[in-house]
């Protein structure tokens, strides 16, 4: 730069040689001063700085030509930025374009920050420091509504931990034990058993999570191991048998009495539209075409943090539709939902029960073991607000009394840690009567307070498996060699091996089948 500054201000004659031999000095003139003579060297060749040049040629940070490309570029990255939030949030439309799922999920497949922006999203709604958050906000009722949480995870902590140091756990799931640690989230437990679940995988080839992201193999599981369940009409893993075949099916009296669903097998995500009610007024090529534009479809989950890892288990399952019978404890003789609780067992023990489809007109509380229903809203920052509907016309008509023992029973089939499962029970009737809808072992229900607690117990009952075996005992392990998804405990385990053919638990039907 100095060589670039003396070039420009030099003149020739001090520069360049004439025929190789030094140019002879110029006269000064002394009217001119001290400050017009010229002086050889360094001291005389004082330049402009750089930037008074740049900013003389009109090109300075603040000139209307930079200035307008940094409004530019804001106004790119804000565009950026608002285009993947609307993106996350799955708008119908954006800037008169549709969007809509489908087309989000394509769209993030690009992008990745559309995902990142959801999944993180969900994860902080269920972290510490949103809790925290919370109860900050909301005050002493938000404080209060904590505090009763935790003094209900007080009264169960002691059954919880019991049963896990005497819980058969399978062995696939040994390895969580070294994987879990303390303060950990919700979201993140079920992130590590997703990981356990990949390692698996790769290693052994164990395909466990498929007893939940395989409709088919679920209810396989269900019918081997007795629990009480809709009827599946018929299973295809051939779409143009099922074209050829499932008419048929549908013409079943049972679908008549009782509504018939069509539902995908490999696809367990609402939301893709997996489950559809057969109806009069659709024709057969109406669900042909459903099922062909979903068969070769996969599910992503960008929801949750452990999405990704669920996304390549499930790249291995094979597609696959099923035609099942509708729940006869509907309201309108069947025809309409049933009230279907969402039941979170962990070690065995069935902590709380979350309703989903309940009672109209009466929310979607949480029902807690000692018979506490709350409901928790976000928008009041989870003040616990008790709710009398759900009391009045199923805890206190007795059915929680079957439902928790249901979900216990299905826990101990499968020897998982922690597993929730869904269950349909009848708005009035037999309590007795309630079915085994579908399980899950990657829930995104919400939980409250609860969240944390529930966590802490998964988290406790390793450790106390690890107390255990440091102290020179072995925590005790299921005894099957096959995995999760394939055990066969025999379709009397439900009603005789597990319940005794209890008859305030089981059904009749259930009792006559398989007790006698």
């Known amino acids: ?44 060749n004082h330049a402009e700085p750089l930037s008074g040049q740049i900013s003389k040629n009109g090109a300075s940070i603040f000139s209307p030509c930079r200035m307008s490309y940094t409004a530019v570029g804001l106004l790119l990255v804000l565009s950026y930025a608002h285009f993947c939030v609307q993106v996350a949030r799955e708008a119908k439309q954006i800037w008169g374009i549709p969007i809509g799922h489908e087309r989000a999920v394509a769209i993030n497949k690009v992008l990745h920050v559309p995902g990142m922006i959801r999944r993180g999203a969900n994860w902080f709604g269920q972290s510490h420091t949103f809790l925290a958050l919370l109860r900050v906000l909301g005050g002493s009722k938000s404080q209060d509504s904590w505090n009763r949480a935790q003094e209900y995870y007080d009264s169960q902590r002691d059954a919880v931990l019991q049963r896990a140091i005497n819980w058969e756990l399978h062995k696939s799931l040994e390895p969580m034990e070294n994987e879990v640690y303390d303060d950990i989230t919700f979201y993140d437990i079920i992130a590590v058993r997703a990981n356990v679940f990949y390692a698996n995988l790769k290693e052994h080839g164990w395909m466990d999570f498929a007893i939940e992201k395989n409709k088919c193999q679920m209810y396989r599981f269900i019918k081997n191991n007795g629990f009480p369940h809709c009827s599946i009409l018929k299973e295809w893993d051939d779409l143009t048998k099922f074209a050829n075949e499932a008419e048929l099916v549908m013409q079943d009296e049972r679908c008549e009495k009782y509504s018939c669903f069509a539902k995908m097998c490999h696809i367990t995500m609402g939301h893709l539209n997996s489950a559809v009610r057969i109806k009069k007024e659709k024709t057969f090529q109406d669900y042909v075409q459903w099922a062909s534009h979903l068969w070769n479809k996969r599910p992503i989950d960008w929801d949750r943090t452990w999405g990704p890892t669920f996304d390549k288990l499930t790249d291995m399952l094979k597609p696959g539709v099923m035609i099942q019978e509708g729940y006869s404890g509907g309201r309108k003789g ?85 597993i929730r499962v869904d269950i349909f029970v009848p708005e009035s009737g037999d309590p007795r009567n309630a079915v085994v809808n579908e399980i899950s072992l990657s829930s995104g229900a919400g939980y409250a307070w609860h969240w944390n607690f529930f966590t802490k117990l998964w988290v406790e009952g390793y450790k106390a498996r690890r107390l255990l075996r440091e102290s020179g005992k072995t925590p005790p392990v299921s005894r099957f060699d096959v995995t999760i998804d394939k055990i066969n405990r025999g379709e009397d385990f439900y009603a005789k091996q597990y319940s005794q053919c209890n008859t305030t638990l089981v059904s009749e039907a259930q009792v006559k089948r398989y007790c006698y």
């Open 334 to 418: 069947g025809k309409d939902s049933p009230i279907e609780l969402k039941v979170e067992v962990v070690w065995g023990h069935a902590y709380l029960a979350f309703v989903t489809m309940g009672i109209h007109d009466c929310g979607n509380p949480i029902i807690l073991r000692n018979g506490d229903v709350i409901e928790y809203q976000m928008k009041n920052f989870f003040i616990a607000e008790p709710e009398k509907c759900h009391r009045a016309n199923v805890v206190d008509k007795g059915f929680m009394d079957v439902v928790w023992h249901l979900a216990e029973a299905f826990a101990a089939a499968t020897a998982f840690d922690s």
């Open 1 to 44: 730069e100095s060589m670039i500054r003396r070039k420009r201000v030099l003149p020739l004659s001090d520069t360049a040689p004439t025929n190789g031999k030094q140019s002879p000095e110029k006269p000064t003139d002394s009217r001119a001063g001290p400050k017009a003579a010229t002086t050889p060297g360094p001291a005389n």
